[in-house]
């Protein structure tokens, strides 16, 4: 296998983009300045809006759920949107409110789980904090906070402690054997007030000024390629991060778009999306109303612009695992570095129609890009995306996409080299496409 420089470097930006995103909210901040550097410009939901023609916005809201969009050059009712979904979030481990506490001879601690992470993954890693704190003043001032340095730890109980450990699994209760290993206890500081002079530190404020905080925890091992040819990489959140970048790669190299082009990417996936902004709120349909309102557009209009729009919602795929053959449909094994997958579920947990696949084979072809088929075993449960939500609330056709993933939902999850360049073209291929024949 081959990787060709360019495949190679935009991998490179991905793992720069993960790395410096240890958080939704520093995934939303990172993206931002990146489309600052590009010439987006910042729009706020406070103010009025005053779209420029092919001019190129953003706008994140809550700081961890972002939209950029680009205005086409074609009239809005005629061309529509086109919009790429994907999210900020990743499944893992959050701070509880009242976190530190004494556990004989040490300071701890208290997590909760935040969607569904594979918890032994966790075990023995090096771990730290990052987030966002409120700070008193009026009205109160939220900032982003990153240790970066190893923090934390959660260590495995010793295999003489736990010897069916290798045949049964690693079960750890959510309670009891979460909590993060802090520190050794002191007599002079109690584990809330160091914790947040810790803080305080990290921020250089003073202790008291903390108000409230929101901090995630993640791994400090930084992504990597591996593989004979480094054909692969691996690294922390690469669901949904990487449809995140390819999905920014792409509306940023889109400089002729008759649609208007769309990203939209959402926090709170992994535990529902129904937030004011998730995918189930009004947050995209918020935007997309006051971008046509912007151009002029009257309601009616509008609904003849979302008629002729199209919707990719992008999340990663499960690819084949041969030790694992049990969990996959035979029929429908997706391969990394076999090509961008579309995703089909006769239930819905996906979206799609016969058009939709259509078209988005077509992109492929005329980017060059191989393509495959996922639908998930008839009697396991399916997961789902942000694609049904954001289909239904707007009536918007939608199609479910998204490149190979091992080890899903891991702390440190594997995916290709050449899936993430090739997903970028077709999603250039997407956003330049003229017209889409909607009457199908």
Same mark, same amino acid.
């Given at each position: 296998?081959?990787?060709?420089?360019?495949?190679?470097?935009?991998?490179?930006?991905?793992?720069?983009?993960?790395?410096?995103?240890?958080?939704?909210?520093?995934?939303?901040?990172?993206?931002?300045?990146?489309?600052?550097?590009?010439?987006?410009?910042?729009?706020?939901?406070?103010?009025?809006?005053?779209?420029?023609?092919?001019?190129?916005?953003?706008?994140?809201?809550?700081?961890?759920?972002?939209?950029?969009?680009?205005?086409?050059? +074609?009239?809005?009712?005629?061309?529509?949107?086109?919009? $790429?979904?994907?999210?900020?979030?990743?499944?893992?481990?959050?701070?509880?409110?009242?976190?530190?506490?004494?556990?004989?001879?040490?300071? =701890?601690?208290? /997590?909760?789980?935040?969607?569904?992470?594979?918890?032994?993954?966790?075990?023995?890693?090096?771990?730290?904090?990052?987030?966002?704190?409120?700070?008193?003043?009026?009205?109160?001032?939220? #900032?982003?906070?990153?240790?970066?340095?190893?923090?934390?730890? %959660?260590?495995?109980?010793?295999?003489?402690?736990?010897?069916?450990?290798?045949?049964?699994?690693?079960?750890?209760?959510?309670?009891?054997?979460?909590?993060?290993?802090?520190?050794?206890?002191?007599?002079?500081?109690?584990?809330?007030?160091?914790?947040?002079?810790?803080?305080?530190?990290?921020?250089?404020?003073?202790?008291?000024?903390? %108000?409230?905080?929101?901090?995630? $925890?993640?791994?400090?091992?930084?992504?990597?390629?591996?593989?004979?040819?480094?054909?692969?990489?691996?690294?922390? =959140?690469?669901?949904?991060?990487?449809?995140?970048?390819?999905?920014?790669? +792409?509306?940023?190299?889109?400089?002729?778009?008759?649609?208007?082009?769309? #990203?939209?990417?959402?926090?709170?996936?992994? /535990?529902?999306?129904?937030?004011?902004?998730?995918?189930?709120?009004?947050?995209?349909?918020?935007?997309? @109303?006051?971008?046509?309102?912007?151009?002029?557009?009257?309601?009616?209009?509008?609904?003849?612009?979302?008629?002729?729009?199209?919707?990719?919602?992008?999340?990663?795929?499960?690819?084949?695992?041969?030790?694992?053959?049990?969990?996959?449909?035979?029929?429908?094994?997706?391969?990394?570095?076999?090509?961008?997958?579309?995703?089909?579920? +006769?239930?819905?947990?996906?979206?799609?129609?016969?058009?939709?696949?259509?078209?988005?084979?077509?992109? #492929?072809?005329?980017?060059? /890009?191989?393509?495959?088929?996922? @639908?998930? =075993?008839?009697?396991?449960?399916?997961?789902?995306?942000?694609?049904?939500?954001?289909?239904?609330?707007?009536? %918007?056709?939608?199609?479910?996409?998204?490149?190979?993933?091992?080890?899903?939902?891991?702390?440190?999850?594997?995916?290709?080299?050449?899936?993430?360049?090739?997903?970028?073209? /077709? %999603?250039?291929?997407?956003?330049?496409?003229?017209?889409?024949?909607?009457?199908?």
């Amino acid at each position: 296998m081959v990787i060709e420089p360019p495949q190679r470097r935009q991998a490179e930006r991905l793992l720069r983009f993960v790395d410096a995103a240890p958080s939704p909210w520093h995934a939303a901040a990172t993206l931002g300045e990146w489309l600052e550097t590009e010439g987006f410009h910042r729009l706020d939901e406070a103010d009025p809006w005053r779209l420029e023609p092919e001019g190129r916005y953003y706008l994140v809201r809550d700081d961890s759920s972002l939209v950029a969009f680009s205005v086409g050059q +074609a009239p809005l009712e005629q061309a529509g949107f086109r919009i $790429v979904g994907a999210h900020t979030d990743s499944p893992g481990l959050r701070l509880k409110p009242n976190a530190p506490h004494a556990a004989d001879p040490l300071m =701890r601690l208290g /997590v909760e789980v935040y969607g569904s992470p594979i918890l032994a993954t966790w075990t023995d890693r090096d771990l730290s904090l990052a987030g966002r704190v409120a700070l008193r003043c009026e009205p109160p001032a939220v #900032c982003l906070v990153d240790f970066e340095t190893p923090l934390l730890r %959660l260590p495995n109980l010793a295999i003489h402690m736990n010897r069916k450990v290798n045949e049964e699994g690693l079960r750890l209760d959510k309670q009891k054997e979460l909590p993060l290993l802090l520190a050794a206890l002191r007599e002079d500081l109690p584990p809330s007030r160091y914790f947040r002079r810790l803080l305080a530190e990290r921020l250089d404020c003073d202790p008291e000024a903390i %108000l409230s905080w929101e901090l995630n $925890v993640y791994d400090t091992q930084k992504g990597s390629f591996w593989g004979p040819a480094q054909e692969f990489v691996a690294s922390a =959140r690469l669901d949904n991060l990487a449809s995140c970048h390819a999905a920014v790669s +792409a509306l940023i190299a889109t400089e002729e778009n008759d649609a208007t082009c769309v #990203c939209a990417l959402f926090d709170h996936e992994e /535990v529902g999306s129904e937030s004011f902004k998730g995918a189930a709120g009004a947050l995209l349909q918020d935007c997309l @109303v006051r971008i046509g309102a912007a151009l002029g557009l009257d309601v009616p209009a509008r609904h003849r612009a979302l008629a002729a729009s199209l919707l990719l919602s992008a999340d990663m795929a499960h690819a084949y695992h041969p030790n694992f053959p049990w969990g996959y449909d035979e029929h429908h094994k997706v391969t990394v570095n076999g090509g961008p997958v579309i995703k089909t579920n +006769a239930n819905l947990r996906y979206t799609g129609d016969v058009f939709a696949e259509a078209l988005f084979i077509g992109w #492929c072809e005329e980017a060059g /890009v191989p393509w495959q088929r996922y @639908v998930h =075993r008839s009697d396991l449960p399916c997961g789902s995306t942000i694609g049904p939500l954001v289909s239904a609330r707007l009536g %918007l056709r939608s199609l479910d996409i998204g490149n190979p993933l091992w080890a899903m939902h891991s702390v440190r999850e594997s995916a290709g080299v050449l899936d993430h360049a090739w997903l970028t073209a /077709v %999603l250039e291929r997407f956003f330049a496409c003229p017209r889409l024949p909607v009457g199908a």
